[in-house]
């Protein structure tokens, strides 16, 4: 069962990564790692910092992904923010936090919502 979560993940992210790519943004990071946690996506809206966090679901029983990004996640999610920019010794640069939901039922294409500014 993790891998077939991981692969949906995995797809979700790569959709993710290939809108923003379309709207401008360039990636620097994927996956980024820090303590216990992680951010889907880290990228740049010109000269914004952007930390994505991407929810893929296959069906709406849990709801719509959006939702998935809970309040505790996105503390979860600032922590790391802040872990990122101290370990990369970034210090004054707009950042802001984007949620990405995509919904990818049966042979559909995938919905996708993408929330700019989505939680600070």
């Known amino acids: 069962m993790p891998h077939f ?28 790692h820090f303590g216990h946690g992680e951010i889907d996506i880290v990228a740049m809206d010109g ?7 991407v929810k893929t679901r296959k069906n709406l029983e849990f709801g719509d992904p959006i939702e998935g990004v809970t309040k505790s996640k996105q503390k979860q999610i600032r922590k790391i923010a802040e872990g990122y920019l101290m370990e990369k010794k970034i210090l004054d640069i707009d950042c802001r936090f984007d949620v990405v939901g995509i919904l990818l039922q049966g042979n559909e294409a995938p919905k996708i919502n993408h929330i700019e500014n989505a939680f600070w």
């Open 5 to 32: 979560k991981q692969n949906t993940g995995n797809k979700g992210e790569n959709y993710a990564c290939d809108l923003l790519v379309e709207s401008g943004f360039t990636i620097i990071e994927r996956n980024y």
């Open 47 to 53: 000269d914004t910092l952007v930390f994505v966090e």
